[in-house]
């Protein structure tokens, strides 16, 4: 558990009412393995990305400013990821301030844990003491209150934090961390020394950070940032800022100086990737603009687009046998997706059934149903009600596997070529066996299966 960082952010959530003026753009340090490597706020000046050379903090808030969501993700090298390992969540009481913490950590693993904190007391609209709960059982697991000793001017010199354990009460309050700070002469922190301890009191790690800061100024946030996907690259695009000398667009563990307002990143492995983009001025890296989300699908896998149907036909042709057989068309076409990666096949599916092109470019397909298939009949062949109403899709053959449906056309070939006659409808309605005239006024009864009775005259339709 790291105290230190909850106590920031409680810090951070109660900071609405508070006019920000400058924002932390670098943080030195020593000792510190984990080090901040940057930190980036949004034109409002809210801090909203944090990193490490290996941890990402990411921090949501509401329209009034507070602080609603906190996510601690984490570099996933195999992946080429950040993926999100905690997340805390803040609900706020009538006086503002947060009243309960929900917090998940290793999300999605066996790991996982749940908790929850209430705050109790506020000072200064800082929380000056905490529990914290187990969220599956309900049960206290820690108390935490906070010291603070200050300066002659009010500022803070430092900050203590104890823990208690429920489980072991005759330990009492034993001292958790501390905060040690020096100070500017304009009151901004310069230098903080951040101590952990072990539970007899002895130090367990120091860390010392130094802190540089910019002027806030909203104007200098890149406007109309956008992120277009094209295979595995998403180009980025944003609108010039008065003054700028370059911009910093960071993603990923890349945090990169451009001289132009678009951007391409390549080679960006399949998932989601969150882009920011900074105007530097004065040879520092400003507000940034609202940073954006992308995602990379499979290249293995990319679905065909577009799919779509014509207008069905109906066709004779004659087999080897020299019998003609009736077809129901349905002309079908679609379109590759971007960046796909090499195609092996293209397969058209109907209902439960699908054919295999035999062809790695083909972006048109003529889908050819025997009549048997087109309309409705029993198991004798004979006919019930209007034409089986297909669901078609398409799907590419990858070298990695089949990529997922196409979006789904809805043909039913035999209603549309030949409608559905009145004479037709009782037999619809009831699931008879129909009785079917032509346009002569001729009965034609499709009572034996592959055989047309005409006027007492059998012909034969295969």
């Known amino acids: 558990l790291i105290i230190m960082a909850l106590i920031a952010v409680v810090v951070c959530a109660n900071a609405a009412d508070r006019k920000v003026t400058k924002i932390i753009i670098a943080a030195a340090s020593e000792g510190d393995s984990d080090d901040a490597e940057y930190y980036i706020y949004n034109p409002q000046g809210q801090l909203i990305w944090m990193q490490t050379s290996s941890t990402r903090y990411e921090y949501e808030y509401d329209a009034d400013g507070n602080l609603m969501k906190r996510n601690t993700l984490s570099w996933i090298a195999a992946d080429r990821a950040y993926k999100v390992l905690n997340t805390a969540v803040y609900e706020y009481g009538a006086d503002g301030n947060v009243a309960k913490m929900n917090r998940s950590l290793n999300l999605g693993s066996p790991y996982q844990r749940n908790y929850y904190y209430t705050y109790s007391d506020y000072k200064n609209g800082e929380a000056t003491a905490w529990k914290e709960y187990n969220a599956d059982s309900g049960n206290l697991r820690y108390e935490y209150k906070v010291e603070n000793a200050l300066n002659t001017d009010g500022t803070i010199a430092k900050k203590t934090v104890y823990e208690f354990d429920p489980d072991y009460p005759e330990d009492g309050y034993y001292i958790y961390e501390t905060n040690e700070y020096t100070y500017q002469s304009n009151g901004d922190i310069d230098t903080e020394v951040y101590t952990t301890y072990k539970q007899d009191g002895t130090v367990k790690k120091t860390s010392k950070r130094t802190y540089t800061y910019s002027d806030l100024d909203a104007s200098y946030a890149p406007a109309n940032l956008k992120a277009d996907v094209n295979g595995a690259s998403i180009v980025l695009s944003w609108d010039a800022v008065a003054g700028a000398e370059s911009y910093v667009v960071t993603y990923d563990q890349e945090h990169t100086t451009v001289s132009a307002t678009t951007f391409t990143a390549k080679d960006i492995a399949v998932g989601d990737h969150l882009f920011a983009v900074q105007a530097v001025v004065d040879g520092t890296e400003r507000n940034a603009a609202t940073p954006v989300s992308a995602t990379v699908a499979d290249p293995g896998k990319l679905p065909a687009e577009k799919l779509a149907a014509g207008k069905s036909k109906k066709v004779v042709e004659t087999n080897d ?142």
């Not at 990529?403 to 037709?424: F, Q, T």
């Open 321 to 462: 046998e020299g019998d003609d057989v009736t077809f129901y068309v349905v002309p079908l076409t679609w379109a590759f997706p971007a960046g796909h990666s090499a195609i092996k096949d293209i397969r058209v599916y109907y209902n439960d059934n699908y054919v295999s092109l035999n062809s790695q470019k083909a972006t048109s397909y003529d889908l050819k149903l025997y009549e048997w298939q087109a309309r409705n009949t029993n198991s004798s062949g004979d006919f019930i009600e209007g034409g089986v109403t297909f669901n078609i899709a398409v799907t590419i053959m990858y070298g990695s596997g089949e990529s997922e449906k196409s979006n789904i056309v809805v043909a039913n070939p035999y209603n549309e070529v030949n409608g559905i006659d009145a004479i037709l409808a009782p037999q619809i309605a009831t699931g008879k066996a129909s009785s079917i005239y032509n346009l002569a006024g001729q009965r034609v009864d499709a009572s034996h299966k592959g055989v047309v009775i005409v006027d007492g005259k059998k012909i034969l339709k295969k």
